[in-house]
């Protein structure tokens, strides 16, 4: 614990003094800094856990479904409710139902979902990623499927759109199920992995409140 906090104060103080020759821009030098000062905070315990000010997907949104597989069509108005401190950014889908909301998922922006690589941006050493994949999981019972399952969304995501540009665009919808495979040829231990089935697709319009 004490080499990583040491290591986010040395990140902190290159972040605000850069090297001859940096080409980051003044704005990039600001978020990556409160980055860091986000990850400090989530390593030591100060901080807040939920950001309320400056969301990575502001506002309220129509999700709508239309899951042919099921014979269903659905729509959810949703919030994307930001948790401080994680890399890629993430945090809890709230679901609206008149004054009052609730927890029915997760979400996290994505690079490839295929792609597990690390994000050694965070420190400096590459451009910021762009993230075009919004990954959210949803109980299913939340849009009338059957009770119990977990349905795996995955949405365009613009980290920078130009005017008139959509932040969000359509996406899939897939059944999520765990699936116990052999971790070695020996088969002498077991691995869950998470096996998804498509079932249709969901769009997404951000919700203009007055």
Known sequence: MRCAVAYLLAAQALAWCPLP?????????????????????????????????????????????ALPSYDTRATVIAEFRDEVGYEPPQGALLLVDGDETRRAGTWQLSEDPEDKRDGLWVWGLFEEPLYPFLLVSLDSEEIGLPEGGRLALQLGHKSRPTEGEALLSSGTVAVRRKENVAADRMGLSRAALDVDTNIGTVSAQSVKTT
Not at 35 to 56: C, I, K, N, S, W
């Open 21 to 65: 020759g940096a080409r980051h821009a003044h704005g990039a030098v600001r978020q990556r800094t409160a980055l860091q000062m986000g990850m400090f905070d989530a390593l030591v315990g100060g901080g807040e856990t939920f950001d309320d000010t400056a969301r990575v997907l502001p506002g309220r949104w129509r999700l709508s479904f």
